[in-house]
Protein backbone atom coordinates (compact mmCIF):
# COMPACT_ATOMS: atom_id res chain seq x y z
CA UNK A 1 0.00 0.00 0.00
CA UNK A 2 1.31 3.35 -0.54
CA UNK A 3 2.16 5.53 2.18
CA UNK A 4 3.93 8.45 3.46
CA UNK A 5 6.03 8.10 6.92
CA UNK A 6 7.19 10.73 9.03
CA UNK A 7 9.50 9.05 11.82
CA UNK A 8 9.12 11.61 14.21
CA UNK A 9 6.12 13.39 15.82
CA UNK A 10 8.10 15.63 17.90
CA UNK A 11 11.49 16.97 16.84
CA UNK A 12 13.47 19.96 19.86
CA UNK A 13 16.34 22.04 18.01
CA UNK A 14 17.96 25.10 19.62
CA UNK A 15 18.38 27.97 17.83
CA UNK A 16 21.54 28.36 15.66
CA UNK A 17 21.37 24.75 15.13
CA UNK A 18 20.46 22.53 12.05
CA UNK A 19 17.19 20.92 11.65
CA UNK A 20 16.47 17.48 10.54
CA UNK A 21 12.70 16.09 9.55
CA UNK A 22 12.23 12.48 8.19
CA UNK A 23 10.02 11.57 5.43
CA UNK A 24 9.81 7.99 4.00
CA UNK A 25 7.73 6.89 1.20
CA UNK A 26 6.32 3.56 -0.09
CA UNK A 27 6.26 3.37 -3.71
CA UNK A 28 7.50 1.25 -6.66
CA UNK A 29 8.38 4.22 -8.43
CA UNK A 30 9.79 7.57 -8.03
CA UNK A 31 6.60 9.64 -6.96
CA UNK A 32 6.03 13.22 -5.99
CA UNK A 33 6.64 14.88 -3.03
CA UNK A 34 6.04 17.94 -1.08
CA UNK A 35 6.70 19.62 2.36
CA UNK A 36 4.25 21.29 4.02
CA UNK A 37 4.53 24.00 7.12
CA UNK A 38 1.31 24.71 9.31
CA UNK A 39 1.76 27.61 11.96
CA UNK A 40 -0.81 27.25 14.48
CA UNK A 41 -4.32 27.75 13.57
CA UNK A 42 -3.32 28.44 9.67
CA UNK A 43 -4.12 26.38 6.57
CA UNK A 44 -0.49 24.42 4.96
CA UNK A 45 1.65 26.28 3.20
CA UNK A 46 3.87 24.54 0.29
CA UNK A 47 7.84 24.62 1.06
CA UNK A 48 9.32 22.66 -1.77
CA UNK A 49 8.24 19.83 -3.44
CA UNK A 50 10.32 17.15 -5.72
CA UNK A 51 8.77 16.19 -9.41
CA UNK A 52 11.32 14.19 -10.64
CA UNK A 53 14.03 16.96 -11.72
CA UNK A 54 16.80 17.39 -9.22
CA UNK A 55 17.38 15.53 -6.40
CA UNK A 56 18.27 18.25 -4.15
CA UNK A 57 15.24 20.03 -3.73
CA UNK A 58 15.34 23.81 -2.46
CA UNK A 59 12.25 25.30 -0.73
CA UNK A 60 10.96 28.87 0.96
CA UNK A 61 12.75 29.79 4.34
CA UNK A 62 16.02 28.36 3.91
CA UNK A 63 14.76 24.52 3.90
CA UNK A 64 15.73 22.12 0.95
CA UNK A 65 15.16 18.02 0.92
CA UNK A 66 16.98 15.14 -1.25
CA UNK A 67 15.38 13.04 -2.69
CA UNK A 68 17.06 9.63 -1.88
CA UNK A 69 15.19 6.47 -4.22
CA UNK A 70 17.82 4.13 -3.00
CA UNK A 71 16.54 4.94 0.69
CA UNK A 72 12.83 5.72 -0.53
CA UNK A 73 13.32 8.86 1.69
CA UNK A 74 12.62 12.55 1.31
CA UNK A 75 14.39 14.05 4.69
CA UNK A 76 13.74 17.89 5.20
CA UNK A 77 16.94 20.08 6.14
CA UNK A 78 17.68 23.59 7.61
CA UNK A 79 21.38 24.79 8.40
CA UNK A 80 20.17 27.09 10.76
CA UNK A 81 17.27 26.87 13.22
CA UNK A 82 15.26 30.13 13.42
CA UNK A 83 13.04 30.89 16.26
CA UNK A 84 9.89 31.56 13.66
CA UNK A 85 10.62 27.42 12.44
CA UNK A 86 8.33 26.46 14.99
CA UNK A 87 5.17 25.03 13.27
CA UNK A 88 4.07 21.44 12.51
CA UNK A 89 5.40 20.22 8.86
CA UNK A 90 3.71 17.22 6.76
CA UNK A 91 5.19 15.35 4.41
CA UNK A 92 2.87 14.18 1.56
CA UNK A 93 2.74 12.28 -2.27
CA UNK A 94 -0.51 12.39 -4.78
CA UNK A 95 -2.22 9.12 -4.37
CA UNK A 96 -1.41 6.74 -7.72
CA UNK A 97 -4.68 4.27 -6.67
CA UNK A 98 -6.38 6.20 -9.53
CA UNK A 99 -8.18 9.01 -7.65
CA UNK A 100 -6.97 12.64 -7.15
CA UNK A 101 -6.28 12.36 -3.28
CA UNK A 102 -2.95 12.99 -1.94
CA UNK A 103 -1.17 10.98 0.72
CA UNK A 104 0.18 13.05 4.34
CA UNK A 105 2.40 12.10 6.67
CA UNK A 106 0.74 12.31 10.17
CA UNK A 107 3.25 15.72 11.23
CA UNK A 108 6.35 16.20 12.96
CA UNK A 109 6.02 19.02 14.92
CA UNK A 110 9.49 21.21 15.27
CA UNK A 111 9.70 23.24 18.49
CA UNK A 112 13.03 25.51 18.00
CA UNK A 113 14.65 26.19 21.65
CA UNK A 114 16.00 29.71 22.48
CA UNK B 1 -0.92 35.01 -5.65
CA UNK B 2 -3.01 31.74 -5.49
CA UNK B 3 -5.48 32.11 -3.53
CA UNK B 4 -7.69 29.35 -1.37
CA UNK B 5 -10.40 31.19 0.66
CA UNK B 6 -12.31 29.51 3.34
CA UNK B 7 -15.24 32.01 4.84
CA UNK B 8 -15.02 31.92 8.38
CA UNK B 9 -11.52 31.58 10.59
CA UNK B 10 -13.63 30.53 13.89
CA UNK B 11 -17.03 29.22 14.25
CA UNK B 12 -19.10 28.25 16.99
CA UNK B 13 -22.51 26.14 16.50
CA UNK B 14 -24.74 24.60 18.79
CA UNK B 15 -25.91 20.67 18.80
CA UNK B 16 -28.40 19.81 16.10
CA UNK B 17 -27.39 22.86 13.93
CA UNK B 18 -26.80 22.85 10.15
CA UNK B 19 -23.43 24.14 9.60
CA UNK B 20 -22.14 25.09 6.23
CA UNK B 21 -18.48 25.98 5.34
CA UNK B 22 -17.51 27.39 2.72
CA UNK B 23 -14.36 27.38 0.41
CA UNK B 24 -13.60 29.47 -3.10
CA UNK B 25 -10.63 29.02 -5.00
CA UNK B 26 -9.43 31.38 -7.65
CA UNK B 27 -6.95 29.04 -9.65
CA UNK B 28 -9.31 27.16 -11.46
CA UNK B 29 -8.32 24.08 -10.46
CA UNK B 30 -10.70 20.65 -11.02
CA UNK B 31 -9.90 19.37 -7.69
CA UNK B 32 -10.96 20.51 -4.55
CA UNK B 33 -10.88 18.64 -1.27
CA UNK B 34 -11.78 19.02 2.69
CA UNK B 35 -10.08 17.75 5.80
CA UNK B 36 -10.89 17.67 9.00
CA UNK B 37 -7.48 17.96 11.18
CA UNK B 38 -7.33 16.69 15.05
CA UNK B 39 -4.18 16.27 17.30
CA UNK B 40 -2.76 13.09 16.98
CA UNK B 41 -4.50 12.07 13.83
CA UNK B 42 -3.48 14.39 11.16
CA UNK B 43 -5.20 15.33 8.00
CA UNK B 44 -8.21 13.17 7.02
CA UNK B 45 -9.86 13.20 3.93
CA UNK B 46 -13.65 13.56 4.28
CA UNK B 47 -15.07 14.90 0.51
CA UNK B 48 -13.19 15.62 -2.22
CA UNK B 49 -14.69 16.73 -5.70
CA UNK B 50 -13.22 16.28 -9.45
CA UNK B 51 -15.13 18.24 -11.23
CA UNK B 52 -18.58 20.41 -11.15
CA UNK B 53 -21.70 18.39 -9.36
CA UNK B 54 -18.79 15.75 -8.78
CA UNK B 55 -18.10 14.10 -5.42
CA UNK B 56 -16.54 11.22 -3.89
CA UNK B 57 -16.50 10.39 -0.17
CA UNK B 58 -12.73 10.02 1.49
CA UNK B 59 -12.05 8.49 4.71
CA UNK B 60 -14.48 9.77 7.07
CA UNK B 61 -17.84 11.48 4.88
CA UNK B 62 -20.04 9.74 7.55
CA UNK B 63 -22.36 13.34 9.32
CA UNK B 64 -20.76 15.50 6.43
CA UNK B 65 -22.05 16.17 2.90
CA UNK B 66 -20.67 18.59 0.14
CA UNK B 67 -21.84 20.32 -2.55
CA UNK B 68 -20.27 21.69 -5.95
CA UNK B 69 -22.25 23.82 -8.03
CA UNK B 70 -19.51 25.61 -9.42
CA UNK B 71 -16.00 25.23 -10.30
CA UNK B 72 -14.38 27.54 -7.73
CA UNK B 73 -16.83 26.91 -4.54
CA UNK B 74 -17.04 23.26 -2.55
CA UNK B 75 -19.09 23.48 0.30
CA UNK B 76 -18.41 21.35 3.61
CA UNK B 77 -22.32 20.55 5.62
CA UNK B 78 -22.54 19.21 8.77
CA UNK B 79 -26.19 17.78 8.80
CA UNK B 80 -26.91 17.97 12.69
CA UNK B 81 -23.59 19.46 13.97
CA UNK B 82 -22.63 17.35 17.36
CA UNK B 83 -19.49 18.11 19.58
CA UNK B 84 -17.59 15.16 18.10
CA UNK B 85 -16.92 17.70 14.96
CA UNK B 86 -15.64 20.05 17.08
CA UNK B 87 -12.21 20.30 14.98
CA UNK B 88 -10.05 22.11 12.36
CA UNK B 89 -11.44 21.89 8.90
CA UNK B 90 -8.98 22.37 6.01
CA UNK B 91 -10.04 22.93 2.43
CA UNK B 92 -7.79 22.82 -0.13
CA UNK B 93 -7.82 22.34 -4.46
CA UNK B 94 -5.46 21.22 -6.92
CA UNK B 95 -5.01 21.39 -10.74
CA UNK B 96 -6.49 17.87 -12.27
CA UNK B 97 -2.83 16.51 -13.53
CA UNK B 98 -2.06 15.57 -10.03
CA UNK B 99 1.36 13.69 -10.32
CA UNK B 100 3.60 16.87 -10.31
CA UNK B 101 0.76 19.12 -8.68
CA UNK B 102 0.65 20.92 -5.12
CA UNK B 103 -2.62 21.16 -3.28
CA UNK B 104 -3.16 24.89 -2.11
CA UNK B 105 -4.77 25.10 1.39
CA UNK B 106 -6.74 27.69 2.79
CA UNK B 107 -6.56 29.08 5.78
CA UNK B 108 -9.15 26.63 7.78
CA UNK B 109 -11.78 27.22 9.34
CA UNK B 110 -11.42 26.23 13.35
CA UNK B 111 -15.29 24.67 14.89
CA UNK B 112 -16.30 23.91 18.14
CA UNK B 113 -19.79 22.07 18.42
CA UNK B 114 -21.25 23.21 21.85
Known amino acids: AQSVTQLDSHVSVSEGTPVLLRCNYS??????LFWYVQHPNKGLQLLLK??????LVKGINGFEAEFKKSETSFHLTKPSAHMSDAAEYFC????????????FGTGTRLKVLA | DVKVTQSSRYLVKRTGEKVFLECVQD?????MFWYRQDPGLGLRLIYF???????EKGDIPEGYSVSREKKERFSLILESASTNQTSMYLC?????????????FGQGTRLTVV
Open chain 2, 49 to 55: SYDVKMK
Open chain 2, 92 to 104: ASSQKYRFATEAF
Open chain 2, 27 to 31: MDHEN
Open chain 1, 92 to 103: ARPSTSGTYKYI
Open chain 1, 50 to 55: YTSAAT
Open chain 1, 27 to 32: SSYSPS
